[in-house]
C-alpha cells in the first residue's frame, strides 16, 4: 500500500535517499528543507504526482505547522513522518565548541523535532502511522564532551516517550541510529563510514513492517575495520 511521506532535511544526504527509495518503493514523499531550488529539483525528478516541496525552517514552529498543513492538503494524510534535519558539532567537545553552535544544534536536533511531533502527531493518530526518527550511534555511550551526542541522547529517549504517546492510538516510533555516515553532513569524505543508501535501506525495512511489528531502535553501524577482539583465543 502506497504512503505519504514527510522528511525534513529532505534537500540532501540521508533524508534525500530516503525519499529517493521512497518513490521507487511506490510511495508518496512531502519533502520539507531551506532550499527551495533543491526541492523542486527533487519533485520535477520524481515527478508532481508523487512529491511536493515544502520550504521550511524548522526552527520555527509556524513554518512547521503550515508544512504539516500543506502535506496533508496536498496527500489528504500522513502515513509516515520523518523529522531527519540535523545539524553536527563545529569543533570536538564543550570547552571548544561555540555558544551559538550549542545553541543551533539544540534547537535544530531537538526542538524541531518536537515541533515536527506536535503538528503530526494528529494525523499520525489518525492513520494509526509511524514516526521514523534520526538517532545517533554516538547515543549508545559516552563521547568526549560532545554535545551534538548529547541531543541524539535527547532523540534516543524521546523516540521512547513518543512510542508511548503515539503507541496509544496504534501507531508506530523507530528510532534509527546510523553509524558515521558519508553525507553532506561532513566536510570531507568520509571513505570508511556507511552511504546515505544502507540508512535508506534500513528506513524501508522499518515502515514496510507489518502493522502488528514495532521496531523501537533500529542501531546501522559501519563494519569493524579489524574484528572484535576475543581475549579467550
Given at each position: 500500500m502506497s504512503k505519504v511521506i514527510l522528511i525534513t532535511g529532505a534537500s540532501s544526504g540521508i533524508g534525500e535517499i530516503c525519499a529517493r527509495h521512497a518513490v521507487a518503493a511506490g510511495h508518496?514523499?512531502?519533502?520539507?528543507?531551506?532550499?527551495?531550488?533543491?526541492?523542486?529539483?527533487?519533485?520535477?525528478?520524481?515527478?508532481?504526482?508523487?512529491?511536493?516541496?515544502?520550504?521550511?525552517?524548522?526552527?520555527?514552529?509556524?513554518?512547521?505547522?503550515?508544512?504539516?498543513?500543506r502535506a496533508v492538503d496536498h496527500f489528504g494524510r500522513l502515513d509516515v513522518v520523518v523529522p531527519n534535519a540535523g545539524l553536527g558539532a563545529s569543533a570536538r567537545g564543550t570547552e571548544a565548541g561555540s555558544v551559538e553552535s550549542f545553541r543551533e544544534m539544540i534547537e535544530v536536533n531537538c526542538l524541531a523535532v518536537t515541533y515536527t511531533a506536535?503538528?503530526?502527531?494528529?494525523?499520525?493518530?489518525?492513520?494509526?502511522?509511524?514516526?521514523?526518527?534520526?538517532?545517533?550511534?554516538?547515543?549508545?555511550?559516552?563521547?568526549?564532551?560532545?554535545?551534538?551526542?548529547?541531543t541524539k541522547w535527547f532523540i534516543r529517549g524521546y523516540a521512547d516517550n513518543l512510542g508511548a504517546e503515539l503507541g496509544d492510538a496504534g501507531g508506530r516510533v523507530t528510532c534509527l541510529h546510523p553509524g558515521m555516515t558519508d553525507t553532506p553532513f561532513f566536510d570531507e569524505e568520509k571513505p570508511d563510514a556507511l552511504r546515505p543508501e544502507d540508512i535508506a535501506r534500513a528506513f524501508m525495512f522499518a515502515i514496510e513492517q507489518p502493522e502488528h511489528v514495532l521496531l523501537p531502535h533500529l542501531p546501522v553501524?559501519?563494519?569493524?575495520?579489524?574484528?572484535?577482539?576475543?581475549?579467550?583465543?
Open positions: 508518496k514523499v512531502a519533502l520539507a528543507a531551506r532550499s527551495a531550488d533543491r526541492l523542486d529539483a527533487l519533485v520535477e525528478e520524481f515527478g508532481a504526482e508523487n512529491a511536493i516541496a515544502l520550504p521550511t525552517d524548522v526552527t520555527d514552529p509556524a513554518a512547521q505547522e503550515r508544512m504539516v498543513a506536535k503538528y503530526a502527531l494528529p494525523h499520525l493518530r489518525a492513520s494509526k502511522g509511524h514516526m521514523v526518527l534520526i538517532g545517533s550511534l554516538a547515543a549508545q555511550g559516552t563521547v568526549w564532551g560532545s554535545v551534538y551526542s548529547a553501524y559501519p563494519k569493524p575495520k579489524k574484528p572484535y577482539y576475543d581475549p579467550h583465543h
